[in-house]
């Protein structure tokens, strides 16, 4: 069923909000000081790309650092990435088949606007007890 997912999500709508993360990631690569949002941004780009199966988990030891760079984050990218989900997941929701994919939207958007201090993981490969922010 996740892969079925996955291939009705990239085609309705993953491939362009991944192009959408590609491109920030690009953006903020050309700097020194924004070359860590530009990782980032790869990462989420892939997430985007195929969400179904991963699971977004606190990731331990995130401190000061972290919210430093979601601040960053926010005003250089995650405003217009977290307004992309928003748009997809209205356009979505029209459909009867595009509601699932509006809900993946929905539950990407807190990712979209503060990754720092979050991980994606394998939602299989979580160990018990460790319980995800959102599953997709």
């Not at 990239?10 to 491109?23: D, N, Q, T």
């Not at 005003?75 to 929701?93: E, F, P, T, Y």
């Not at 459909?95 to 991980?119: D, F, Q, R």
Request: include cysteine; charge should be positive; proline fraction near 7%.
């Amino acid at each position: 069923m996740r892969t079925l997912l996955n291939i009705i999500w990239f085609v309705f709508g993953g491939f362009w909000l991944a192009l959408g993360y590609a491109l920030a990631g690009l953006v903020l690569c050309v700097l020194v000081v924004t070359f860590p949002l530009g990782v980032a941004s790869f990462r989420m780009a892939c997430y985007a790309l195929w969400p179904f199966g991963r699971a977004v988990v606190e990731k331990p030891g995130a401190g000061t650092g972290s919210v430093l760079l979601n601040v960053v984050w926010i005003v250089l990218a995650g405003w217009w990435l977290a307004l992309g989900h928003l748009l997809s997941a209205v356009a979505q929701a029209v459909t009867i088949i595009g509601i699932p994919l509006a809900v993946a939207n929905l539950k990407m958007l807190p990712v979209s606007l503060v990754p720092y201090g979050k991980e994606i993981v394998r939602s299989d490969a979580l160990p018990p007890g460790r319980r995800p922010l959102h599953s997709l």
